[in-house]
C-alpha cells in the first residue's frame, strides 16, 4: 500500500490550517489518514509548524512519500536532515553520538535563525505601531488645530460687541466731559459780562456819596458865608 505524506486542510473559509498526515495515497485529501503527524497554520507570522520527528522519520525510512508542501515542512523541522543522518548511520559511515550531536547542532542553529526573524518581525511590527500613532497624533492635531480655526470667528464676534460698547461709552463719556467744559467756560463768560454791571452801581454810590459831601460842605459854608456878610454889612453901617 503506497503511503503518502501530505496535508489534510481543515479551518474555516479564508483562514484555512492544516494537519501533517501519513495517509494511503487512494483515499481522498481529507478522507481518513493512518496517523497523525504534526500541524502547519499558515495564519500567523511567521507559521505555526508542529511536527513529531521521530514519528515522521519512521514514516520515511518505511518508505512513504511526502508531497512537495509537506517535504518542505518536514525539512523546515529537521526530519528530513535526521533521516538523512539515520542512512549514514544504518551505513556506518556515522554514529548515534554523531549523529544526535549533528542534529543538535543543526536544532540550534534553526532556533537562532527563527528568533532572529521574530525579532525582526517584531521591530517591524513596532516600528508599524509607531508610525501609526505618529499618523493618528498628526490627524488629530490637524483636528484640533481646525476646530479652533472654526471657534476663532465666533470668538470674534462675542468680543466685538463689547469692545463696540465699550468705544460707544467712551464716545459718550468725551462729549459729556466736553459739554461740561463748554457748560462751565459759559458760565466764566457770564460772571466776566456780569462783573462790570455790578461795579455801576459802586460808581453811582460813590458819586452819591460825594455829592452829599459837597452838599454838607456847602451846608456848613452857607451860616459862615452869611456871618461873613452880615460883619461886612455891619461894618459898611458903622463907616457910614
Known amino acids: ?7 489534510q486542510r481543515h479551518g474555516k473559509k479564508g483562514k484555512p490550517f492544516y494537519w501533517v498526515v501519513a495517509a494511503d495515497s487512494r483515499t481522498k485529501r481529507d478522507g481518513k489518514f493512518l496517523e497523525k503527524l504534526g500541524i502547519y497554520d499558515p495564519n500567523t507570522n ?25 517535504r518542505a515542512i518536514l525539512s523546515y523541522k529537521g526530519v528530513m536532515l535526521k533521516h538523512h543522518l539515520l542512512g549514514g548511520l544504518r551505513k556506518g559511515a556515522l554514529t548515534e553520538e554523531q549523529v544526535e550531536e549533528k542534529f543538535n547542532a543543526w536544532i540550534e542553529e534553526k532556533e537562532k535563525s527563527v528568533a532572529v526573524k521574530v525579532g525582526g518581525l517584531e521591530k517591524v511590527k513596532a516600528d508599524a505601531k509607531a508610525k501609526a500613532l505618529a499618523a493618528e497624533k498628526e490627524v488629530s492635531e490637524k483636528r484640533a488645530l481646525a476646530a ?11 468680543t466685538e460687541t463689547p469692545e463696540g460698547e465699550a468705544v460707544e461709552a467712551k464716545v459718550e463719556e468725551t462729549a459729556t466731559e466736553e459739554v461740561a467744559e463748554t457748560v462751565t467756560e459759559t458760565k466764566e463768560v457770564e460772571k466776566v459780562e456780569e462783573a462790570p454791571k455790578e461795579e455801576t452801581p459802586a460808581k453811582e454810590e460813590v458819586a ?3 455829592s452829599e459831601a459837597e452838599v454838607a460842605e456847602k451846608a456848613e459854608e452857607a451860616p459862615k458865608e452869611e456871618a461873613k456878610a452880615d460883619s461886612e454889612d455891619k461894618a459898611s453901617n458903622e463907616e457910614k
Open 1 to 7: 500500500m503506497p503511503v503518502k505524506i501530505r496535508l
Open 46 to 70: 511567521p507559521a505555526i509548524i508542529e511536527v513529531k520527528i521521530d514519528n515522521a522519520v519512521k514514516w520515511l525510512q518505511n518508505g512513504a512519500q511526502p508531497t512537495d508542501t509537506a
Open 148 to 158: 479652533v480655526e472654526a471657534e476663532l470667528p465666533e470668538a470674534e464676534a462675542a
Open 208 to 210: 452819591e456819596a460825594a
